[in-house]
Nanobody, 121 residues
Framework: QVQLVESGGGLVQAGGSLRLSCVDS????????VGWFRQAPGKGREFVAV????????YYADSAKGRFTLSRDNAKYTVYLQMNSLKPEDSAIYYC??????????????WGQGTQVTVAS
């Protein structure tokens, strides 16, 4: 069973950087693509980026391109989201989610509890 735990959120000044981590404590997500999503107060959940099972392929939302970088260390059952040049509009709760093989592209059945990112102007 995939059990995701995010960490690394916090308060940062605009232009700063944060690295979020997503660990699968169930140690089963090697068979899963892993995505990051975010939700700001009063807004719907927004896709940020996704990385393939092997880590060879990544896809980013336009808002993340050129500033955010996804990577994964399967030996540590961990996916990282490096966020640079942060803007106040990046403030949100960030969630990682796993999509095991066999699920539809948009279907992420396993979610973490989220980590808060706040970017001060």
């Amino acid at each position: 069973q995939v059990q995701l735990v995010e960490s690394g959120g916090g308060l940062v000044q605009a232009g700063g950087s944060l690295r979020l981590s997503c660990v699968d404590s169930g140690r089963t997500f090697l068979d899963s693509a892993v995505g990051w999503f975010r939700q700001a107060p009063g807004k719907g959940r927004e896709f940020v980026a996704v990385i393939s099972r092997s880590g060879e392929s990544t896809y980013y939302a336009d808002s993340a391109k050129g500033r955010f970088t996804l990577s994964r260390d399967n030996a540590k059952y961990t996916v990282y989201l490096q966020m640079n040049s942060l803007k106040p509009e990046d403030s949100a709760i960030y969630y990682c989610a796993a999509r095991p093989t066999g699920y539809n592209t948009s279907d992420f059945p396993f979610w973490g509890q989220g980590t808060q990112v706040t970017v001060a102007s």
